[in-house]
């Protein structure tokens, strides 16, 4: 498998010890400069704010009453509720948006 041109500077920084990104020499952290490092926290701190579990989790409860409003709206109120008994507590917790 090929290396490409900026891995391999990577690598070799890596090997030098100095920053993968920059290439000046690295502090305390295992890959980065202070400066590289900085950049990269800040990165994943905007990337984990916008992505968080409890957002994740509210699209995903949208969906599952957006699908279940599609596929079971035609049913009598009997048949969802025959349905709806047979589903786990787990799954009943989690149509009805209850944090389990």
């Known amino acids: 498998m090929a290396v490409s041109r900026q891995r391999r500077w ?32 800040e990165r994943s701190r905007k990337y984990n704010s916008k992505n968080s579990s409890v957002k994740r989790r509210e699209r995903r409860r949208h969906h599952m009453k957006k699908f279940h409003s599609i596929f079971f709206g035609h049913l009598s109120k009997e048949e969802k509720d025959y349905i709806f008994d047979k589903l786990s507590l787990a799954e009943k917790d989690y149509i009805n948006g209850k944090k389990s």
């Open 10 to 41: 990577q690598l070799k920084m890596l090997e030098q010890g100095r920053c993968v990104i920059c290439g000046s020499d690295k502090l305390e952290t295992k890959y980065y400069c202070k400066k590289c490092n900085d950049k990269s926290k």
